[in-house]
């Protein structure tokens, strides 16, 4: 089926560092995602991202956390600088439609905060 | 405040046997309930969903059972293979056309031949 790729697989950084996510969506889809997953915890949603723009974003999606897609390139999360409390699985997704469409997900990026 | 509740957090069942996994909310709002597997080192995948106007879906060995008024849900895999051991992910939908999804904490399933 469709999938969805997410580069690194695995980021280790020092804290205050900057980080950049990579995630390469199903080439047709128009709605992208991202979730955090603490270990051991739920994966949680943090912004959806559509026609350029964000579309709606949770408490978790902090100031210093910012998502693009510049020219129908990667789909990417920035976080600037990074804190301790963001180490954790992020899994993005995409879709072709908004509302109760189906989500398809990449593998996730670990991300460690040292 | 939205929250799915799901249980147990693993299970472990003989070839044949049948799993059940549970699921709660409670946020009224919700309005479409998809259940995810994720099998190790792969990425979660969309395996059967349900709408509120229904009670019940079938698909395969694997059913949805919808419970609006308690609201729970639930998925029962039948005739439970080895093969279906991963970890299983109920969730559930809001925000009208801009869509997330709420995500219980998971359960690992064990089928054991």
């Known amino acids: 089926g469709p999938k969805v790729l997410q580069i690194p697989s695995h980021q280790i950084i020092d804290m205050g560092q900057m980080v950049t996510l990579n995630c390469d969506p199903v080439?047709?889809?128009?709605?992208f995602y991202w979730y955090k997953q603490i270990l051991g915890q739920q994966m949680e949603f943090l912004v959806n991202?559509?026609?350029?723009?964000?579309?709606?974003k949770s408490k978790l999606f902090k100031d210093q956390f910012s998502v693009e897609r510049p020219d129908g390139s990667y789909f990417t999360l920035k976080i600037q600088p990074t804190a301790l409390e963001d180490s954790a699985v992020y899994f993005c997704?995409?879709?072709?439609?908004?509302?109760?469409?189906?989500?398809?997900f990449g593998p996730g990026t670990r991300l460690t905060v040292l | 405040q939205q929250q799915v509740r799901q249980s147990p957090q693993s299970l472990t069942v003989w070839e044949g046997e049948t799993a059940i996994l549970n699921c709660s909310y409670e946020?009224?709002?919700?309005?479409?309930f998809p259940w995810y597997h994720q099998f190790p080192g792969e990425s979660p995948a969309l395996l059967i969903a349900i709408r509120p106007v229904s009670n019940k879906k079938e698909d395969g060995r694997f059913t949805i059972f919808f419970n609006k008024r308690e609201k729970k849900f639930s998925l029962h895999i039948a005739d439970s293979q080895p093969g279906d051991s991963a970890t299983y992910f109920c969730a559930a939908h809001s925000g009208g056309s801009n869509a997330k999804l709420t995500f219980g904490k998971g359960t690992k399933l064990s089928v054991k031949s």
């Open positions: 080439s047709n889809h128009l709605y």
């Open positions: 991202f559509y026609n350029g723009k964000v579309m709606e």
């Open positions: 997704a995409s879709s072709l439609e908004g509302g109760d469409a189906e989500q398809f």
């Open positions: 946020d009224s709002t919700f309005d479409y």
